[in-house]
């Protein structure tokens, strides 16, 4: 598994979806929506999954737009409002309403507990990803090569840091969304404890 068996979609909607996100990402945060794509491509071989690729690689891109300032609504939950940017970009990029509805629902469910991958493949993709980007979960599934060759071009940079402050933030302004679930859960100590910040020393 290498990162030349995933083809990045060239499509209205993809290149807008990498505009977007590396306007508004910082370095860190745009490398996690990257690897997110890539470990959520790779879990798909892995668990013969047959998704969306171009919904899944504009939901991964724009999953986290909900804590950049920019985006930041004041009452919803952060993915809640990341989904609704992807629906405005991908109605500009010509999706049918019921796609854009689904890339919502896609980022909507990353922040899941669990998504069962008969009723969303997309979401149950992302939500595993993003699971292992964040906290490690399933960090030997992914060969280990391909980890290391993924990490190696998308660095984590301050990502722990990052991450764990914006969560905590969204946590304390908006206590019943899933920020806060997440901060209860012990998400700062997972991202500074992920297997994935060590793999390049070994």
Request: with cysteine; net charge negative; glycine share 6%.
């Amino acid at each position: 598994m290498r990162i030349s068996d995933f083809e990045r979609p060239d499509t209205a909607a993809a290149r807008a979806a990498v505009q977007i996100a590396t306007t508004y990402h910082t370095p860190s945060l745009l490398n996690h929506v990257e690897r997110s794509w890539l470990w959520a491509e790779g879990f798909a071989v892995l668990r013969g999954l047959d998704a969306d690729h171009e919904l899944l690689f504009v939901s991964a891109l724009l999953h986290d737009l909900g804590i950049v300032p920019e985006f930041d609504n004041a009452t919803l939950a952060y993915e809640d409002a990341a989904g609704h940017v992807a629906i405005a970009l991908t109605a500009g990029a010509g999706w049918e309403p019921e796609r854009r509805v689904r890339a919502h629902e896609v980022i909507v469910r990353h922040n899941w507990p669990e998504v069962d991958p008969a009723m969303d493949a997309e979401g149950h993709l992302l939500e595993i990803a993003t699971a292992l980007d964040i906290s490690g979960a399933r960090a030997d599934d992914l060969p280990l090569d391909f980890r290391r060759e993924v990490l190696t071009a998308y660095p984590r940079l301050e990502l722990a840091a990052e991450f764990g402050a914006c969560v905590a933030d969204q946590a304390e302004r908006k206590p019943g969304t899933s920020a806060r679930r997440l901060v209860d859960g012990g998400v700062q100590r997972k991202l500074r404890d992920n297997p994935l910040e060590r793999i390049l020393e070994g």
